[in-house]
């Protein structure tokens, strides 16, 4: 195993640290809800939910997580600004593991952080993401809503190796004029999350795990992917039928251990109701990260 010579920042969010050497802090498994199609939505326009299944599902992954010490933290996915302000208003009631803000619309999302700040939880907050694509506007409505923390999302599409990732976060490569991470201290974003995109099968999607280690070993902070976004574009998946697709959820789990394996401090693993699999496989991994780290 490894260790960093660089020295690694921990960030806290909610109570909930991101960030340490491979095997001295736990993994933040992060949960996805609300997502199209998600059956936990009754209405995606108002926010309306299926209230009595979303507490059962938490209360379910927050057990989970309290009985292994594994920490979790939950995405919120918003298609308009009345369903972001719901959905936050619910889980802030639920839970209070951080609360990442994703959607396709920056409006929709600093719906979400003004909500945020009139319930006074900005400092839950992590808004998912800031990218290449990002105007100066987006960027700039993290600090008017009083929110400092952010996914710095290294997805470079004229780039896919690991130093195209690297680039984009260091000096903006071939692709912008100003590296993200220099862009997100200059709007104030002090507690950033380096998200190494991981893309689609075909796309590369290795590279991100590689990109993960290189840029936890040049700035120290807290890194992590969605490496189970790679898994449904995997060639042999194509073919099978649905029966033969349910072996989908044992080829899921490797895009737990492989992140973690790699030294991620956060794993965005996909929906709240695979979270007891997804967090016990997260527990081992991390137990064994921790045994053969331990006379480092």
């Not at 599902?57 to 920490?71: D, I, M």
């Not at 369903?83 to 600093?110: N, Q």
């Not at 590296?179 to 190494?196: F, V, W, Y």
């Not at 997804?278 to 006379?295: K, N």
């Amino acid at each position: 195993m490894f260790k960093f010579q660089t020295a690694q920042k921990t960030f806290r969010i909610s109570g909930t640290d991101f960030g340490s050497q491979p095997g001295k802090g736990r993994t933040v498994m992060v949960a996805s809800l609300f997502y199209p199609g998600h059956g936990l939505v009754e209405d995606r326009q108002s926010g309306r939910l299926r209230l009595e299944d979303l507490r059962k599902k938490v209360e379910a992954c927050e057990e989970t997580s309290r009985t292994l010490g594994q920490p979790v933290a939950y995405m919120l996915y918003s298609e308009t600004e009345a369903a972001a302000r719901r959905y936050l208003e619910t889980m802030a009631d639920l839970t209070g593991a951080p609360l990442f803000l994703e959607s396709p619309r920056m409006e929709v999302k600093r719906a979400g952080m003004a909500a945020g700040a009139g319930m006074g939880i900005s400092e839950r907050l992590v808004y998912n993401s800031l990218n290449a694509g990002s105007s100066e506007e987006e960027w700039s409505s993290l600090r008017e809503n009083g929110v400092d923390s952010a996914v710095i999302m290294a997805f470079n599409h004229a780039d896919m190796s690991t130093k195209g990732r690297i680039y984009l976060l260091d000096d903006g490569g071939d692709l912008i004029k100003e590296g993200l991470l220099q862009k997100a201290e200059r709007h104030g974003i002090a507690r950033p999350l380096l998200d190494t995109a991981a893309t689609g099968f075909d796309q590369m999607a290795g590279s991100s795990l590689r990109a993960l280690m290189v840029a936890k070993a040049k700035w120290g902070l807290p890194c992590g992917c969605a490496l189970h976004n790679s898994v449904e574009t995997w060639p042999p998946f194509q073919d099978m039928d649905e029966e033969k697709r349910k072996l989908f959820r044992y080829v899921d789990l490797a895009a737990v251990t492989l992140p973690i394996s790699s030294g991620a401090d956060f794993v965005m693993f996909g929906p709240v109701e695979t979270a007891s699999r997804a967090l016990h496989v997260a527990a081992f991994t991390d137990g064994i990260m921790s045994q053969s780290t331990s006379e480092i």
